[in-house]
T-cell receptor
């Protein structure tokens, strides 16, 4: 079946502009995660959605970052007023979530964001 | 807070050499432990996992044993191949459907 998909695969933006990154999880997966992979910080957790519960936003680095998940499926990560330090690969992952035994997270190919 | 510490890279070995990548963790309770791999130009993939103490995860000739007494999960392979060249991440989660905490990654290069 289809894996996790992310779009765009690459995004170049000017400092100060807003960007939206999209994630389509695997069908049937109730949990969705965003991570960021950057040279200086490695792989960092950003935010986690589980079903209809309030998201765990504990990893968001600043209030310029936000995410939503519509209809329990597609998610959008928004970065407002981008800064050069936001340049990174943004990874999305999904899993079955609670009570389903297997909780392996499947990762998408990522969106490479470059802020100039 | 929870954390994962793994061997600094890069690691360069000749084909058929024995591989060990060290990983230790800090966490209360009984986390689940993982090794993820990222091949050049590809996404992050789960390589192996162990969910309780003394469990051994294995896949593609790689093995790692969950050692609670030493809080370690070292990755080993008896005979590496050029195709094993990748970045390897040790990781943990506190429970099912929970965020992953990653180590910094170890880049492995295998010479023919």
């Amino acid at each position: 079946g289809a894996g996790v998909s992310q779009s765009p695969s690459n995004k170049v933006t000017e400092k100060g502009k807003d960007v939206e990154l999209r994630c389509d999880p695997i069908s049937g997966h109730t949990a969705l995660y965003w991570y960021r992979q950057s040279l200086g910080q490695g792989l960092e957790f950003l935010i986690y959605f589980q079903g209809n519960s309030a998201p765990d936003k504990s990893g968001l680095p600043s209030d310029r970052f936000s995410a939503e998940r519509t209809g329990g499926s597609v998610s959008t990560l928004t970065i407002q007023r981008t800064q050069q330090e936001d340049s990174a690969v943004y990874l999305c992952a999904s899993s079955y979530g609670f009570g389903r035994g297997s909780y392996e997270q499947y990762f998408g190919p990522g969106t490479r964001l470059t802020v100039t | 807070g929870d954390s994962v510490t793994q061997m600094e890279g890069p690691v360069t070995l000749s084909e058929e050499a024995f591989l060990t990548i060290n990983c230790t963790y800090t966490a209360t309770g009984y986390p689940s432990l993982f090794w993820y791999v990222q091949y050049p130009g590809e996404g992050l993939q789960l390589l192996l996992k162990a969910t309780k103490a003394d469990d051994k995860g294995s896949n593609k000739g790689f093995e790692a044993t969950y050692r609670k007494e030493t809080t370690s999960f070292h990755l080993e392979k008896g005979s590496v191949q050029v195709s094993d060249s990748a970045v390897y991440f040790c990781a943990l989660t506190r429970s099912s459907a929970s965020k992953i905490i990653f180590g910094s990654g170890t880049r492995l290069s295998i010479r023919p």
